[in-house]
C-alpha cells in the first residue's frame, strides 16, 4: 500500500537479523527472548521514519519498507548497536541487514523479502565486511548456478 500510494517515490526493502538470538534464549530463557523480541518491535517503531512499514516476519528475522531517501544504512544500524549494547541484559548481539532496492513494484513483496534475505545472508557469511549488503542480481545469479 506504501509503494503504491507514492508511485513517484523509491523504496527499498531492508531485512534484518538479530545474531545469536538462538544463544541469548538459551541463556536468559523464553519468556526474556520474548520480552526482547517486543523490546526490539517497538525500538524499530521508533526508529523507522515517517512514512515507513515494519514487521518481524519470524522469529527474529524483521523486515521494513521505506522510501530509499530517508534510509542510512550506517546510521540505523548505529543506533541500532547503540541500543543492543545498552540493553537490560549484559550480552553482545551483531545486527546485519539485507536490502532490497525495490526497482519493480509490480514484483511480489514474497520474492522481494528473498532478494533481501539473499543480500542478509551474504552480510552474515563475513565475506564482504559490511554489516549490510545491498541485493544485486550477482547474488541472485550466484544461488541459481549452485
Known amino acids: 500500500m506504501i509503494i503504491d500510494g507514492h ?6 526493502l531492508v531485512y534484518g537479523d538479530i545474531d545469536r538470538f538462538k544463544v541469548y534464549n538459551d541463556l536468559f ?3 526474556a527472548g520474548d520480552r526482547l523480541l ?4 517497538t525500538m524499530i517503531r521508533d526508529l523507522m521514519p515517517a512514512g515507513a512499514a515494519a514487521a518481524r516476519l519470524r522469529a ?3 523486515v521494513c519498507c521505506c522510501s530509499r ?7 540505523m544500524l548505529a543506533a541500532l548497536d ?3 549494547a545498552s540493553y537490560r541484559e549484559d550480552f553482545t548481539f551483531f545486527v546485519r541487514l539485507g536490502i532490497f532496492p525495490i526497482d519493480d513494484p509490480s ?3 514474497n520474492l522481494m523479502c528473498d532478494r533481501a534475505l539473499l543480500a542478509l545472508r551474504s552480510a552474515k557469511s563475513g565475506y564482504v ?4 549488503v545491498f541485493y544485486d542480481e550477482k547474488l541472485r545469479s550466484s544461488v541459481l548456478k549452485e
Open 29 to 31: 530463557g523464553a519468556p
Open 7 to 12: 508511485p513517484n517515490e523509491s523504496y527499498l
Open 60 to 62: 527474529d528475522h524483521f
Open 129 to 132: 565486511g559490511s554489516k549490510y
Open 107 to 109: 514484483l511480489d513483496v
Open 82 to 84: 547503540a541500543w543492543f
Open 69 to 75: 531517501s530517508s534510509f542510512d544504512p550506517d546510521r
Open 38 to 41: 517486543a523490546d526490539i518491535g
